[in-house]
């Protein structure tokens, strides 16, 4: 069992930057894949980026491609998710999720929101 704890939501302005943080419990983070998700109003949820348990591997979704960067400290059991740039559109609840390399994600977050105003 994991339990996630998201933080760093908050209110930005169009172009500025949020880092967001994901908490994990449990000794055996670095044996999961974490992704990070998110949920607009009135849409569906959408997978924003992933990392694979050692570090090594990432993905992002298109819409975040060079402006959205996922990371993860192991002896912390934390990931990241640093977001520059920031558009309207990124306007969301944004929650991370543990899960496996088959895209599995058993585990969820309580969600974050962030809000980018123009």
């Known amino acids: 069992q994991v339990q996630l704890v998201e933080s760093g939501g908050g209110l930005v302005q169009v172009g500025g930057s949020l880092r967001l943080s994901c908490a994990a419990s449990?000794?055996?983070?670095?044996?999961?894949?974490m992704g990070w998700f998110r949920q607009a109003p009135g849409k569906e949820r959408e997978f924003v980026a992933a990392i694979s348990g050692n570090g090594f591997n990432t993905a992002n979704a298109d819409s975040v491609k060079g402006r959205f960067t996922i990371s993860r400290d192991n002896a912390k059991n934390t990931v990241y998710l640093q977001m520059n740039s920031l558009k309207p559109e990124d306007t969301a609840v944004y929650y991370c999720?543990?899960?496996?390399?088959?895209?599995?994600?058993?585990?969820w977050g309580q969600g974050t929101q962030v809000t980018v105003s123009s």
């Open positions: 999720a543990a899960g496996y390399s088959d895209g599995r994600y058993p585990y």
């Open positions: 449990g000794r055996t983070f670095s044996r999961y894949r």
